[in-house]
Every structure is written in structure tokens, then in C-alpha cells.
């Protein structure tokens, strides 16, 4: 990724270290992660369908991109975000990173207590349900297109031929806070020429972080095109479990308290997440998360203490 260079302290930002003790209020939070911004798409959804409930969201900002890595260290990284977040007391994890669901959904709901929410079914039937003439395109992270997980997940849709392209540098304009530019329109068109010659009239947008893409995205795919981001429908997955199994917030009026941390640079991330969020992002935490990982624990992470 290129250097998206260092952001002053907005006077409405505060970075703060996090401590290893649990600073919510009696009510277990909903954990939510991603490599960066991107999963704030998951997490506006969540809060604007879930208003009582909070969030505790964590940005793996110190080792993104996840997309161009391998399989091994995505788990990895993953499985430590996940422990961090249960070791504070979450009451649900949502992977709200593509290359994450990818990677380690089938240990995240072996190795976790709580319930475990991804990304990529939702996006599959809805998009399964959007189609017309049942050709369906993915724009993904190299990580998502080489694991095959959309492939695997439209198996019980036959009817449906998938045209999967991985679109990399659509991270790096988010991440630096361009949503809007000529070089975007440029690097867009390069990408979704598979997916328009296909003829696909419904593309999904198979990370988190092309949702904030989707003016760019759109203007380029043309009219006729249904674009399908996972957020609103995971956010639904999130109510049914909740729901289905008794766990949603009591709340009692209050208004519930969201907090976010960052493995990395805590100012950028506020910067770029109040911007693509809203006013729910002012305290930024730094999350001392996998500061000491080795090959080892890429091997085989340790289980959550």
C-alpha cells in the first residue's frame, strides 16, 4: 500500500491507551473488527438497525492490508483481534472483513463462546436474490478471490456464474480518504472490465471498504447494475441472533455508548471514521494488539487467556 502519510490530532479526537480491563458499562457490547475503515459500513448498519445496542469496534490499522496476505497470517492476525475482543466481555463477534471471514470462520465459531457473524453470506443471498439474468460479479481483496469462499458459497445457487476479480488498490483510496478522483474512475474501469464484458447485472462489493467506493463504482458498472454491499444484511444477521437467542440490550432508555480502538495510528483512524461514520467516533483508543507476534503464533495462535 502507499504511504498515506501522517494526520495531525483533530481537537475533536482523543487517542488514549486501552488497558487490559473491561471499560464498558453493564451492558456486553457487540464486537466488531475489520483491518481498517472499511467495516464501519458494517457497523452503521448495525447501529442505525440495533439503536440500543453498543459496539466495541477494532481496527487492525498497525498490519493492514489484510487482502495482499497470506491465508495463515490472516488468521492469525484475526484470531487475536477476536481474543482481544472477548477478553472484553463481547457478547458477539462480527468479522466484518471479507478476508477475514475467509480465513478463519470455521475457528472463530469453534474457538469462541459468543456467536460469530461474517460477511460473505449476506452479500451472497442478497445478491442471489438481486440477479436477473444470473450472472453475478465480485470485486474482492486477492486474499477473498484466492480462497475461493465466494465460489463456495454460491454452490447452492447452480444458476449463477460467478466472475470474481480482485480490485487491491480500491483499499489504498479508502484508506487515505479518496473517495472521488480521476485516477479512481481510471483504476475502477481497469478492474470491472471482466465484470461488464461478463455482462453481470449485479456486482458485489466483496470488501467492506468498496461500499465507500460506490459512487465511483456505480458511475463505472453504468445504470441497470445493482450494487450489493454486506453491511445492511449482515446487520440482519445480527438482529436474528441476537434475538432469536435473548440476547438483545435491555438498554432502559439510555443511550449506549460505542467505542472504537486502533492497532495503529489512532488520529488517522478517527479522521477517516468520523468522516465515513459520523459523530459516534470520538475517542479513539489504542489497542496493544499481536505487538510481539512471531512465526510461531503465525503457525498456530495460542487459545484466548
Not at 169 to 190: D, H, Q
Request: with cysteine.
Amino acid at each position: 500500500m502507499s504511504d498515506i502519510g501522517s494526520v495531525a490530532h483533530a481537537p475533536w479526537v482523543s487517542v488514549t491507551e486501552s488497558s487490559g480491563e473491561d471499560i464498558g458499562h453493564d451492558e456486553p457490547a457487540i464486537g466488531i473488527f475489520d483491518s481498517g475503515v472499511g467495516g464501519l459500513t458494517v457497523a452503521r448498519a448495525i447501529i442505525d438497525q440495533l439503536p440500543a445496542e453498543p459496539i466495541l469496534y477494532v481496527a487492525d490499522t498497525a498490519r493492514q492490508p489484510y487482502g495482499p496476505k497470506r491465508i495463515a497470517e490472516v488468521r492469525a492476525y484475526a484470531l487475536q483481534v477476536m481474543d482481544h475482543l472477548v477478553e472484553h466481555n463481547v457478547k458477539m463477534l462480527v468479522i466484518a472483513c471479507n478476508s477475514a471471514s475467509a480465513a478463519v470462520l470455521r475457528d472463530a465459531r469453534e474457538r469462541y463462546d459468543v456467536p460469530v457473524v461474517e460477511v460473505i453470506q449476506p452479500a451472497t443471498r442478497r445478491a442471489a436474490r438481486a440477479t436477473r439474468n444470473g450472472r453475478v460479479g465480485v470485486i474482492a481483496t486477492r486474499a477473498t478471490i484466492d480462497s475461493m469462499a465466494y465460489n463456495d458459497a454460491f454452490a447452492a445457487a447452480p444458476d449463477v456464474r460467478l466472475t470474481g476479480v480482485a480490485a487491491p488498490r480500491l483499499v489504498e483510496f479508502v484508506e487515505r480518504g479518496e473517495t472521488m478522483s480521476e485516477e479512481l474512475i481510471e483504476v475502477a474501469r481497469a478492474y470491472l472490465r471482466p465484470v461488464i464484458e461478463e455482462g453481470c447485472d449485479t456486482l458485489i462489493l466483496g470488501c467492506t471498504h468498496y461500499p465507500l467506493l460506490a459512487g465511483a463504482i456505480s458511475y463505472v458498472m453504468g445504470e441497470g447494475v445493482t450494487l450489493v454491499s454486506s453491511a445492511d444484511e449482515t446487520a440482519k444477521d445480527v438482529f436474528r441472533v441476537l434475538h432469536d437467542r435473548g440476547m438483545t440490550s435491555q438498554g432502559n432508555g439510555r443511550t449506549p455508548r460505542h467505542r472504537f480502538r486502533a492497532t495503529g495510528d489512532g488520529a488517522l483512524f478517527a479522521e477517516l471514521g468520523r468522516r465515513f461514520l459520523g459523530p459516534e467516533i470520538a475517542d479513539v483508543e489504542r489497542a496493544p494488539v499481536g505487538e510481539a507476534l512471531g512465526e510461531e503464533a503465525l503457525a498456530a495462535p495460542g487459545q484466548p487467556g
